[in-house]
T-cell receptor, first 115, second 112 residues
């Protein structure tokens, strides 16, 4: 039973390009969460999605960032017109349910470098 | 809103030393509390959890007790090993439908 799969593991983009990060949740998990990890800042929540729905996007920057979790296929975090400040590790997590006592399973992350 | 505060690192210890990493939280209602560990270059792994007051979570020699009266969930281990070197995150999950909130992480470095 594969865990949460993220790809690519490393992504290099030039300023102004688009970055697409993919996340396939664990089998049986229908809740997906994206987090960003910056040095010295810990893990910041970005967005929470269920199939075809965005539940909470309170942590998403207002511009250039979007996320989706289609009926078929992985969840996608999309960053348009990347800037140097977008360089970070982006982690996806999934859970079976949203009740309080359910923990998350994390992927290994995508490390985005903007040059 | 909900928040988690954990002690700043890095924490540097010798092998077999006692470890405490402090974590306090602010939350409405009755959250669940978690400790996650992140090894270099990897994602986060759940270390232990507690879902109600006075519960003790434990795993791999680590333990933490959910103290509602002090709003704390301190991580402890009696004898650390070099292989415990990692970043440790305290996290809180509030009501259903909300996401996990993490502290900033504490880096632990254990030397032989």
């Amino acid at each position: 039973n594969a865990g949460v799969m993220q790809n690519p593991r490393h992504l290099v983009r030039r300023r102004g390009q688009e970055a697409r990060l993919r996340c396939s949740p664990m089998k049986g998990h229908s809740h997906v969460y994206w987090y960003r990890q910056l040095p010295e800042e810990g893990l910041k929540f970005m967005v929470y999605l269920q199939k075809e729905n965005i539940i909470d996007e309170s942590g998403m920057p207002k511009e250039r960032f979007s996320a989706e979790f289609p009926k078929e296929g992985p969840s996608i975090l999309r960053i348009q017109q990347v800037v140097r400040g977008d360089s970070a590790a982006y982690f996806c997590a999934s859970s079976q349910a949203t009740e309080t006592n359910y923990g998350y399973t994390f992927g290994s992350g995508t490390r985005l470098t903007v040059v | 809103g909900n928040s988690v505060t954990q002690m700043e690192g890095p924490v540097t210890l010798s092998e077999e030393a006692f470890l405490t990493i402090n974590c306090t939280y602010t939350a409405t209602g009755y959250p669940s509390l978690f400790w996650y560990v992140q090894y270099p270059g990897e994602g986060l792994q759940l270390l232990l959890k507690a879902t109600k007051a006075d519960d003790k979570g434990s795993n791999k020699g680590f333990e933490a007790t959910y103290r509602k009266e002090t709003t704390s969930f301190h991580l402890e281990k009696g004898s650390v090993q070099v292989s415990d070197s990692a970043v440790y995150f305290c996290a809180l999950k509030g009501q259903a439908g909300t996401a996990l909130i993490f502290g900033k992480g504490t880096t632990l470095s254990v030397s032989s």
